[in-house]
């Protein structure tokens, strides 16, 4: 049984930061990434590692957010010049490589997820 817990998230206000992070499943076959939904939106994708091809963001926070992996197994989500339109509750999430980065059906493992506050 695979339990991602994410943390780092938080209450912040517009332009500024906080690093999300989450266990790293270290398994060839699957990539993680970053979704986030918010009050009455759908789930979204925001950013995606894929094997053998650079990372996918969505275009709404390329260039401010980041995804990147540690040498202790930590899946993180740097985000900077955060906006209040980026408040959500934030989950990482497992799914086999070969489907698409943000196609929610295709996540094997879920996290519990973390919420993020952005104020004006």
């Known amino acids: 049984q695979v339990e991602l817990v994410e943390s780092g998230g938080g209450s912040v206000q517009a332009g500024g930061s906080l690093r999300l992070s989450c266990p790293l499943i270290?398994?060839?076959?699957?990539?993680m990434g970053w979704f986030r939904q918010a009050p009455g939106k759908e789930r979204e994708g925001v950013a995606a590692?894929?094997?053998?091809?650079?990372p996918t963001y969505n275009a709404s926070v390329k260039g401010r957010f980041t995804i990147s992996i540690s040498q202790n197994n930590a899946l993180y989500l740097e985000m900077s010049s955060l906006k209040p339109e980026d408040t959500a509750m934030y989950y990482c999430?497992?799914?086999?490589?070969?489907?698409?980065?943000?196609?929610?059906?295709?996540?094997?493992?879920w996290g519990r997820g973390t919420q993020v506050t952005v104020s004006s």
């Open positions: 590692l894929n094997n053998d091809a650079d």
């Open positions: 270290r398994y060839s076959l699957y990539c």
């Open positions: 999430a497992a799914r086999l490589c070969r489907t698409t980065a943000f196609d929610v059906g295709a996540v094997k493992y």
